[in-house]
């Protein structure tokens, strides 16, 4: 079922996410609510343009696309929270996303047949 | 001195949301409203549709018993293939299923893709047309399937981030009141 391709990246990389989140002290729940919610935004639509679009070349669009997310998260951390660093959020996007995509290409640099699973 | 005023205060929202989002009073909205758009465009536009990749035909020195078998002499012989979408690693159609449950043919040998069946002597052959119109119409049914599941998938995707996003203005909300 084409559903479990989505929810499995995105409980996997909400997680290790929160785990990222914690030292840049997003300590509270609604704090850890909006990583959830930034995640569930981006974690499907990014897999579902990597269902979609059969790339030729799939490390570079994977980093096309992990940039585009970094982005993408930054502008929704800061919109939720405009009363916090601009810097430090867009830190912990960028230190999320680099840890879940470096994540992502386990399996594939170990020939595990089960694709990307963190976003 | 002239003195402008907006004749209702719904109005006067209206401009000045259009002032922060085009004007760019509020530098960030307009980014980020920006990118709501910007970012799912790149989902929503079709995406080219590359032709399905035809697989080559069987090697003989690899399946010598495929090809040592041989119809009967007056018997008429058909090879005919499992097609699969390579690309996408899918299964599009079976054209020897118009020959396996025929009784006017008979199986003979069979390797990776390929099937080879054999007229009887006095049967009735399937044409050229027949079997056209068999994969045209498993392409149609197969290509319906796909939309199909990318229309609920597209759907269930984009739900999902809009209830996300609403969800988040909703804590933000509450964060800067």
């Known amino acids: 079922m084409w559903v479990n391709y989505y929810l499995w990246p995105l409980l996997i990389t909400v997680i290790v996410e929160l785990v990222i989140a914690f030292p840049f002290g997003f300590k509270k729940v609604k704090e850890f609510l909006a990583i959830v919610l930034v995640n569930i935004v981006t974690n499907p639509l990014l897999n579902f343009a990597f269902r979609m679009i059969a790339a030729r070349n799939y490390f570079a669009f994977l980093l096309a696309s992990e940039i585009l997310v970094i982005v993408f998260e930054y502008f929704l951390l800061v919109f939720t929270f405009p009363q916090r660093s601009r810097k430090r959020l867009l830190a912990l996007s960028l230190v999320m996303n680099l840890v879940t995509s470096v994540l992502s290409l386990f399996p594939i640099l170990f020939g595990l047949d089960f694709g990307l699973i963190f976003r | 001195m002239v003195k402008m005023s907006f004749a209702s205060p719904s109005l006067d929202n209206g401009v000045r949301l259009a002032y922060i989002l085009l004007l760019g009073k509020m530098k960030f909205c307009k980014f980020f409203f920006a990118s709501l758009f910007i970012f799912p465009s790149f ?9 399905d990749v035809i697989l080559p035909p069987l090697n003989p020195t690899n399946y010598p018993a495929f090809f040592e078998k041989q119809c009967q002499p007056g018997e008429k012989e058909v090879i005919c293939r499992v097609e699969h979408n390579k690309a996408q690693q899918e299964y599009l159609y079976d054209e020897c299923h118009l020959f396996k449950n025929n009784p006017h043919y008979y199986f003979l040998a069979a390797a990776f893709d390929s099937s080879k069946y054999c007229l009887r002597a006095g049967g009735k052959e399937v044409g050229q047309a027949e079997i056209e119109r068999y994969r045209l119409s498993a392409i149609q049914k197969y290509m319906a399937e796909i939309a199909k599941g990318k229309k609920d998938e597209r759907l ?22």
Do not use: H, K, M, Q
């Open chain 2, 43 to 51: 989902f929503i536009f079709p995406r080219p549709i590359r032709a």
């Open chain 2, 156 to 177: 269930f995707v984009f739900s999902v981030a809009g209830t996300a996003l609403v969800l988040l203005y909703v804590i933000r909300r509450t964060n800067v009141g």
